[in-house]
Nanobody
Framework: VQLVESGGGLVQPGGSLRLSCAAS????????MNWYRQAPGKERELVAA????????NYADSVKGRFTISRDNGKGTVYLQMNSLKPEDTAVYYC?????WGQGTQVTVSS
């Protein structure tokens, strides 16, 4: 099983980023997928979740209305569209699925 995140970087407050997580080694379409994040000195927290079919999503209150999770089962990829980014969104973002974690991608929101 392999989960590979990409799309992180440095962005100014109010900006946008789109994270991707490419999955392999398991039947992607059968599993819910999640995005987590961990800021320095803080515990890892669940940011967004999506059902296997992509028809049910859930978000942390801190990102509702700003972040959107989606998936393409044909490509085995889950996405996190992040808009109106704030400095407090700065963290390493991880995808999780099939009880496995990706290596994480750094998102830094700063002017």
């Amino acid at each position: 099983v392999q989960l590979v995140e990409s799309g992180g970087g440095l962005v100014q407050p109010g900006g946008s980023l789109r994270l991707s997580c490419a999955a392999s080694g398991f039947t992607f379409s059968r599993y819910a997928m999640n995005w987590y994040r961990q800021a320095p000195g803080k515990e890892r927290e669940l940011v967004a979740a999506i059902s296997s079919a992509g028809d049910i999503t859930n978000y942390a209150d801190s990102v509702k209305g700003r972040f959107t999770i989606s998936r393409d089962n044909g490509k085995g990829t889950v996405y996190l569209q992040m808009n109106s980014l704030k400095p407090e969104d700065t963290a390493v973002y991880y995808c999780k699925g099939y009880s496995s974690w990706g290596q994480g991608t750094q998102v830094t929101v700063s002017s």
